[in-house]
């Protein structure tokens, strides 16, 4: 079993897959309980993997690999032929196995977000699957080949989820998400491409050994300006995840418009898959150009977290204030990256993960209200405390969490990310610490005009939150302030995979 731990995680959601493929369409309710216990091994098997993982090497753990594809291209020296070779392989650092958690815990909550699901739900819960095994994939992947596979499984289900089971104009929104994200998947393609054709591996590790080791024969072809044009290929593949200024359109439609299961899963991973592989292939492959990139790189952080938090405070639909919010916090991710030193990336790696609690528990909380008001602008709720005192408490501990109040996981984030920036670019730390304030004022305005206030009609005599509903709400609480209070939790596992990183980014170490 040892040797096939992380495959077992990565595919285990196809045998929810293949038992539901048997049960008839009208057993809604057997197929939702297939759905939810679908996810369970994935959350169980991250659990022990996590709970097993070595804090001291920044070696890759769990490896698996095996030979996969072989095909003859051509006669190599001495008559012997040469192939082209694609490996299975799979492995986790400290930098992949929290976000694979993240991904096994918010999977099994947005499982049991979806009961609320009323058409459909054989597919909706099959695709639902598929779309963790994409995601579960794209954090285990170790070869460039499988990890693209894996990014472009989570496309084809997300477009579905969004297009059928979303709102209003749930089709322009998925067209759109199809659209922006295949044009990065396909600028990811080339850049993948060109690093194959060099280096002749598609090894993520041996990529990154050939690419930091000065003089190496291989890399004798790279000038520095190819170097950069591939470095700026990833970034922009990644940006467009992430998502940065102005690649963020898509974004919002889809925060809006898709389900509030799936955007839990959307907010929550999805996003954060931009980061893991602009750290992983951005920061990780080309050390140099993103230390000379670093600037453009926080000043590109600060637009996303000054943008983002000013058109938030003028929204009047709570989840186009959220999306926003969304915008802003990635922009936090981009500041630690161009620290180029430990702390910020462990501020940046500790918001992805941070942020992928928060925006999932928040998302769940508009969907409950949605449930019961049929409504998310914020002229339109009012007094939700009187009626939902639960709902109301949760979503203000979340909105603490997302301003960054001490004691929860956003203020740990947001405190290493700006403290790494300040030793290096003060004066664009400074400017971007604005951002903090702002989002204090929106969301404050946000939840207060939600839970306090007057009473619009549609707002009394609601019920609180159900116990298929607290479950979701109390996990994601506890994450958030178990990361705030206890820190190490997250920052034991990635301390040693990223001083690897820095000493390789600053040539000195970090």
């Excluded at 799979?90 to 929290?98: E, H, R, T, Y």
């Excluded at 939840?447 to 109390?474: H, N, S, W, Y």
Aim: with cysteine; hydrophobic share 55%; charged share 10%.
């Amino acid at each position: 079993m040892g040797n096939i731990l992380l495959s077992s995680l990565v595919f285990s959601p196809l045998l929810a897959i293949l038992v539901m493929a048997f049960i008839p369409s009208r057993q809604a309710g057997v197929i939702k309980q297939v759905g939810i216990f679908g996810t369970l091994p994935a959350l169980i098997l991250a659990g022990w993997m996590f709970g097993m993982f070595d804090y001291e090497t920044a070696n890759l753990q769990f490896v698996e690999k095996y030979s996969w594809i072989s095909i003859p291209i051509g006669m190599a020296q001495a008559g012997s032929v040469f192939a082209f070779e694609i490996n299975y392989e799979l492995g986790v650092d400290g930098i992949s196995m929290p976000l694979i958690l993240l991904t096994a815990i918010i999977g099994t909550l947005a499982a049991i977000a979806s009961w609320q699901i009323k058409k459909r739900q054989k597919e909706y819960f099959i695709l639902f699957h598929l779309l963790l095994i994409g995601m579960l994939g794209v954090f285990a992947a170790d070869n460039l080949f499988l990890f693209f596979i894996f990014f472009e499984l989570t496309l084809v289900p997300m477009y579905f989820l969004i297009g059928i089971w979303g709102y209003g104009e749930r089709e322009q929104a998925a067209n759109k998400f199809l659209l922006y994200n295949g044009i990065g998947s396909g600028i990811m393609l080339l850049a993948f491409i060109v690093i194959f054709v060099i280096m002749r591996t598609l090894n993520m590790d041996e990529i990154t050994a050939i690419l930091t080791t000065p003089g190496h024969p291989i890399t004798e072809i790279l000038t520095p300006e190819m170097r950069f044009g591939i470095f700026l290929a990833l970034f922009i593949a990644f940006a467009i995840k992430l998502p940065v200024f102005p690649f963020h359109t898509w974004m919002l439609r889809v925060h809006v418009q898709a389900p509030p299961s799936i955007v839990m899963i959307h907010s929550g991973i999805l996003l954060k898959m931009g980061a893991y592989g602009l750290l992983r292939m951005g920061v990780g492959f080309f050390p140099e150009q993103a230390n000379e990139f670093s600037t453009t790189m926080a000043v590109l952080g600060i637009i996303n977290i000054l943008y983002g938090a000013v058109l938030a405070f003028v929204q009047k639909d709570l989840k186009m204030v959220l999306a926003y919010s969304s915008i802003s916090h990635m922009g936090i991710v981009l500041l630690g990256f161009a620290s180029m030193n430990t702390i910020g990336f462990q501020g940046a790696m500790f918001q992805v993960v941070s942020h992928g609690f928060i925006s999932a528990l928040l998302f769940f909380l508009i969907g409950v209200i949605w449930d019961r008001t049929q409504t998310s602008m914020l002229d339109d709720l009012g007094g939700l405390s009187k009626s939902m005192p639960f709902v109301s408490g949760v979503l203000l501990a979340g909105g603490m969490a997302s301003l960054g109040l001490p004691g929860m996981s956003g203020f740990i984030s947001e405190f290493f990310a700006f403290l790494g920036l300040f030793g290096r670019l003060p004066v664009l730390a400074a400017v971007g610490a604005i951002g903090i304030v702002l989002t204090a004022v929106y969301l404050l305005r946000a939840i207060m005009k939600t839970t306090f206030g007057p009473t619009p009609g549609r707002c009394t005599g609601l019920a609180d939150a159900q116990p298929m509903e607290v479950i979701p709400m109390v996990v994601l609480l506890g994450c958030i302030i178990l990361i705030g209070v206890y820190p190490a939790v997250l920052g034991n596992p990635m301390q040693q995979a990223l001083k690897t990183i820095v000493p390789i980014v600053t040539g000195i170490g970090g």
